[in-house]
């Protein structure tokens, strides 16, 4: 690599944190042919990831690793990371505090960690979502320890868990934020064998695109919702609704699917950081805060109509089919399940049964266990329940038997989170179906 580590030239690059995206975007530049050192103080994961296990459910991840393993090493040595590479990427965690700002001890660690190490020039690129103007404070933290130069990059990640080695690989956009030459030569050459538009910018444009660009999808997300809820007033059907307006082609069909709102690791901290961000500055964002609130409100919605469904027909037993905050992850983080059942649970009554293909084991770590029972498939989840909600649309349950669901339950209601299923074809069976602003 030109101009990079001429002294050691032993790794190219230095992961630091190997969570989410700090694994999958170590595990893909080995695939491209970079020699990778991934480093975690967690000597557990470590000690997994040594071992060709992945801590983390991300489909095909295994698969890669194992082609590439060669091109990468595990360590918990971070001074070895920082010595041996020309490029190191920081992929901590950096949660979402009490008051909705961005928790920064993680990060400000791993910056104080490299600070107090180098001794040649290495670029130290920011992969984690920070608040507008890291990039000028890692600066000024690094030269109060180091003299020498280096350069600091803001290079943004956009990873969707399930599809995140395809986002890696084949991504929309590469997003590098650089104010030297030289660190923008080097890192346009790491990403070089990936065909992709790539923007450069300044570093504090770079920092803001990822919280934009997740709000905006978090706003779509909100503002369909809001006219689902208008057509169940009305009698209209949203699903027609959302094709008919995604057919504009300056507003698009994606993230126009009515439901029970969005969750996750990323949409609601970025969306809330945002908004700390705009505090910081002393801008109000209205739009963010009414994206917030109705996604709420979405949630306590879904909630109230179960609970009029119960009292209507007399029942107490609720069958909840998924549990991951979106298919194919097995993450429960803000996932919108979760809040619900939690809510569900303060009605001593309730009797709920759970499935999840993947995440019943995070699950059990988030809700208390409480008049709760998780079943091993999704017709035991269903079996002998007043009322079915679906609250993750797995491709699975697109694919059940629902005239044997039907058989199983004791009383034939369906309320859809995600409008999954196809309402006639449901209805014809007996079922009593309610999706989400559905005719």
């Given at each position: 690599m030109s101009g990079i580590n001429k002294k050691a030239k032993k790794r190219d690059i230095a992961i630091i944190g190997t969570g989410y995206v700090g694994l999958i975007t170590g595990v893909c530049f080995a695939s491209l042919g970079h020699n990778i050192i991934c480093v975690d103080k967690d000597k557990n994961k470590i000690a997994l990831l040594n071992n060709g296990q992945i801590p983390?459910?991300?489909?095909?991840?295994?698969?890669?690793?194992k082609k590439h393993r060669k091109n990468i090493l595990f360590t918990t040595d971070s001074k070895k990371a920082i010595e041996e590479s020309g490029i190191i990427f920081i992929a901590v965690n950096t949660p979402t505090g009490k008051r909705g700002e961005i928790d920064m001890k993680y990060f400000k660690a791993a910056i104080r960690e490299i600070a107090t190490q180098i001794e040649e020039y290495k670029i130290i690129v920011n992969k984690s979502t920070v608040p507008v103007g890291t990039g000028e404070w890692v600066q000024k933290e690094i030269k109060k320890y180091y003299q020498g130069n280096f350069s600091v990059v803001s290079n943004p990640e956009f990873l969707r868990e399930g599809s995140?080695?395809?986002?890696?690989?084949?991504?929309?956009?590469?997003?590098?934020?650089?104010?030297?030459n030289k660190s923008k030569k080097i890192m346009l050459e790491i990403y070089s064998k990936i065909e992709a538009p790539l923007l450069v910018v300044d570093i504090k444009s770079a920092e803001l695109i990822k919280y934009a660009a997740n709000a905006f999808l978090a706003t779509k997300i909100s503002f369909i919702n809001e006219i689902a809820n208008l057509c169940e007033k009305i009698n209209g059907d949203v699903v027609k609704v959302a094709e008919g307006i995604g057919l504009d082609k300056r507003i698009g069909p994606k993230f126009l699917n009515a439901g029970i709102g969005y969750g996750g690791s990323c949409f609601p901290k970025d969306v809330r950081?945002?908004?700390?961000?705009?505090?910081?500055?002393?801008?109000?964002?209205?739009?963010?805060?009414?994206?917030m609130l109705v996604n709420q409100k979405q949630q306590e919605r879904f909630v109230r109509k179960i609970k009029k469904i119960l009292n209507k027909i007399k029942g107490n037993r609720i069958g909840v089919w998924g549990l991951s905050f979106k298919p194919n992850t097995d993450d429960v983080r803000k996932s919108p399940a979760i809040a619900i059942?939690?809510?569900?649970q303060k009605n001593i009554n309730y009797k709920i049964q759970a499935y999840d293909p993947i995440a019943i084991?995070?699950?059990?770590?988030?809700i208390p266990f409480k008049n709760i029972k998780y079943s091993k498939n999704a017709y035991e989840a269903?079996?002998?329940?007043?009322?079915?909600?679906?609250?993750?649309?797995?491709?699975?349950?697109?694919?059940?038997?629902?005239?044997?669901?039907?058989?199983?339950?004791?009383?034939?209601?369906i309320l859809d989170g995600r409008n999954q299923l196809n309402p006639e074809n449901i209805k014809k069976l007996g079922f009593y179906y309610e999706g989400i602003g559905r005719k």
């Open positions: 983390i459910y991300e489909p095909g991840l295994d698969k890669i690793l995140a080695l395809k986002d890696f690989l084949k991504p929309d956009r590469i997003i590098i934020g650089a104010e030297d950081g945002l908004d700390s961000i705009g505090k910081e500055y002393k801008y109000n964002f209205n739009i963010i805060k009414a994206v059942i939690k809510e569900l084991e995070n699950a059990k770590k988030e269903a079996k002998n329940a007043d009322i079915l909600i679906l609250i993750t649309d797995w491709s699975e349950f697109s694919k059940i038997n629902m005239q044997r669901v039907k058989k199983s339950m004791r009383q034939y209601y």
